[in-house]
């Protein structure tokens, strides 16, 4: 079964650059906020869209995501809403591949299958649970397969050439390559590093490596995008939608449009990169 | 390998870290490769003789072991005289297993012991560990200190707050104490801010976790180094009455203490098994700590157990007036107890536990934690209505010292 990743991954292939993949949380500060920027991602660049499901312990995030999943949950958010804001993007945009991304316990839950079902109508393409290696493939990576979603999963400097054949093994759409061994927003990859990483991933699978992890300027997303076939920003952005907070807790006005602003420089960076490296 | 019988209760987890459904191995990629390894080590070290002598001559020499096991003959007379007010004529025969008594102040040395050994068998330079009460993290930077390993303790801000003699004998043994001020402040937040250390430092670090949960194999590890506190009580209530006990009772927070008491005797059946968790302000008013009775199945922190958790599989912030107790989940092997109905788990009360701590400390001459208070209550309650012949062992897990300003400020004392 071909999927919007796969399709997009292809297409990226096809026109020689590294995708784009953006990380937001889903209703960070509120509902509305996030449907905005969600809608104006795939205008500002983004390739692929990583949406986190907001959970009260991301004990893999650094203090920015976990920040967002914070004020995302003091104002209301949960699973049926993650699912709602999908729902909602999906009314304008049938391409953009969608990923949702955080921790095992509310879908578990939710129960899989219930999440599984609902996570498909609403038109989510992939799933991201950093805390279910593949030891747990048959808690929701076996049935999400199953349904047709994929189950794309981490690879990191510790899985070493033993263990990277388990990890792909049950993987699809693409494989997120996380660059430093640390929580999300910390320190920023040496490009060196990532190059030998991604080589070595390739050697086991044929499918797409995106890196993530401490990626924060255009710059350094060019410098992981001539190496890789994607570059994931996330706190960086997240960071960009905590200043648009005011000391009232209120959004400012033009929010939005300035954090898409940010994303679009981000974008430039990872879309001109091979042609800059061509040039 | 297992020498135990194929009926036997004490054969688990499977090789997955499973107990039934429960426990696991729910962790971050970048930590998987190292939960294999120490599955390995700890394996290879369970094995080895050199390894056991070495703890068992720690055990002798440094904590003090064994623990006494006490038959505290004025409480077992006060309630028996409460037993008869009412017109009964019953009131078991208490025993305190004297973990308090153990260097440190508590039964958690036990465990740090068996897997400082072994971190240094693996040749890990530094060691963090997560702290609620401080009683853990004590232990922890007592045992660093005495192997001349750093130590990183994540204690929770409102923890700190409530635990500063803890603190400072943190520091007084070297360790640095890093305040986590995310979520609420207590214990799972700090074992959240480890585990985020833990996956930053995975080369160099060894992650000593203090009660029987995370992933596999941790519950069953620390579970094994804390099961000395009921091979000797089984062995001591041997000698002194020549049978085996006909009850134990434990406090749960996570559960170390009464995982190492109730673990030699699963397969006694003639053994009640109590498990005493806190009720905080009254489980009906969700305020409490309770993870069996007021929480349902859930994944956190490497295992699935019980969770206190909403409707969204949020995890909610639990209370307790014992630091040591406030964490929203429980061992998974527990949670498989429990479900199995092998043991009873039953819950005390901020107000009753701080009674019983009153209670004991009057008759028996002996100042216990706030967290063996909460078993000490259930025991208050439940020996008047059993027969004197009932033999009923609590273990006395932890020390007061460290709650005496606490409890101060319950009882509108000022220090």
New interface residues.
């Given amino acids: 079964m071909t999927t919007r990743l796969d399709k997009r991954f292809a297409q990226l292939k096809q026109i020689g650059r590294a995708g784009f993949v953006t990380f937001i949380t889903a209703g960070d500060p509120d509902f509305d906020t996030t449907l905005g920027i969600l809608k104006g991602l795939p205008g500002a660049g983004a390739d692929v869209i990583e949406l986190g499901m907001?959970?009260?312990?991301?004990?893999?995030d650094?203090p920015s995501i976990?920040a967002s999943s914070q004020r995302a949950?003091r104002n209301g958010a949960?699973?049926?809403k993650t699912l709602e804001l999908v729902r909602r993007f999906r009314e304008s945009d049938n391409e953009t591949p969608i990923v949702l991304m955080g921790?095992?316990?509310?879908?578990?839950?939710?129960g899989v299958e219930t999440f599984l079902g609902r996570a498909i109508e609403a038109g989510v393409d992939g799933l991201i649970v950093?805390?279910?290696?593949?030891?747990?493939d048959d808690e929701l990576c076996v049935p999400a397969m199953k349904a047709g979603l994929n189950f794309i999963?981490?690879?990191?400097?510790?899985?070493?050439d033993k263990?990277l054949p388990a990890?792909l093994a049950n993987t699809s759409g693409f494989v997120y390559y996380?660059s430093i061994?640390?929580?999300t927003g910390?320190a920023s990859p040496q490009a060196r590093n990532v190059e030998a990483a991604v080589k070595r991933i390739k050697g086991h699978t044929d499918l797409p490596v995106a890196v993530g992890f401490g990626i924060k300027t255009p710059e350094q997303a060019a410098e992981i995008a001539r190496a890789a076939d994607g570059a994931v920003v996330g706190s960086a952005i997240v960071d960009a939608i905590a200043r648009e907070i005011g000391e009232d807790g209120k959004v400012r006005n033009g929010a939005v449009e300035r954090v898409l602003e940010f994303v679009g420089k981000l974008a430039a960076g990872v879309h001109a990169a091979r042609a800059a490296a061509a040039e | 390998m297992s020498l135990t019988k194929a009926n036997s209760l004490r054969g688990g987890p499977d090789e997955r870290g499973r107990f039934g459904i429960f426990g696991g191995r729910f962790v971050a990629e970048t930590l998987m490769p190292l939960v294999l390894d120490l599955d390995q080590a700890y394996k290879d070290a369970k094995a080895d003789p050199a390894f056991q002598a070495e703890i068992e001559y720690m055990q002798r020499d440094y904590v003090g072991r064994e623990s006494p096991l006490y038959f505290a003959e004025r409480l077992t007379e006060h309630l028996r005289e409460k037993a008869a007010a009412s017109g009964g004529e019953g009131g078991a025969k208490i025993y305190f297993k004297r973990d308090e008594l153990n260097h440190t102040g508590s039964h958690k040395i036990n465990n740090c012991l068996g897997q400082i050994l072994l971190a240094k068998r693996m040749g890990k330079t530094r060691i963090i560990a997560e702290t609620g009460a401080g009683q853990h993290g004590v232990a922890t930077a007592t045992v660093c200190a005495r192997f001349g390993l750093p130590c990183v303790v994540y204690m929770g801000t409102t923890d700190i707050e409530r635990q500063k003699p803890n603190v400072f004998r943190m520091k007084l043994l070297g360790a640095e104490v890093i305040p986590v001020t995310s979520g609420t402040g207590t214990l799972k937040d700090a074992m959240n801010e480890a585990l985020r250390d833990w996956v930053t430092n995975v080369e160099s670090t060894y992650y000593l976790i203090g009660t029987v949960a995370g992933p596999h194999p941790y519950p069953a590890m620390v579970r094994d180094f804390q099961s000395v506190i009921g091979e000797e009580t089984k062995r001591q209530m041997m000698e002194r009455e020549g049978r085996l006990p006909d009850s134990v009772v434990a406090c749960i927070g996570g559960g170390s203490n009464a995982m190492g008491l109730f673990h030699p005797f699963l397969d006694d059946p003639s053994v009640k098994i109590y498990g005493v968790e806190a009720a905080g302000r009254g489980i009906e008013t969700g305020e409490h700590c309770a993870s069996l009775k007021g929480g349902s199945p859930g994944v956190l922190h490497g295992n699935r157990t019980y969770l206190l958790q909403d409707e969204d599989g949020q995890i909610k912030d639990g209370h307790s007036i014992s630091a040591g107790l406030d964490y929203p989940g429980i061992g998974p092997e527990h949670a498989w107890l429990h479900e199995s109905g092998r043991a009873e788990y039953v819950s005390a009360t901020d107000k009753e536990a701080l009674e019983a701590f009153q209670l004991c400390s009057r008759l028996e001459g002996i100042i216990p934690a706030l967290e063996p208070a909460h078993a000490l209550a259930f025991v208050t309650k439940i020996a008047p209505t059993l027969p004197r012949d009932h033999l009923m062992v609590m273990n006395m897990c932890g020390r007061g010292d460290k709650d005496v300003f606490a409890v101060a400020d319950h009882l509108g004392v000022t220090l």
């Fill in positions: 907001p959970f009260t312990d991301p004990m893999a650094g976990q949950l949960s699973m049926k921790y095992y316990n509310p879908i578990y839950h939710m950093v805390d279910l290696p593949p030891e747990e999963r981490l690879a990191t400097p510790t899985t070493d263990r990890v996380v061994t640390g929580i910390s």
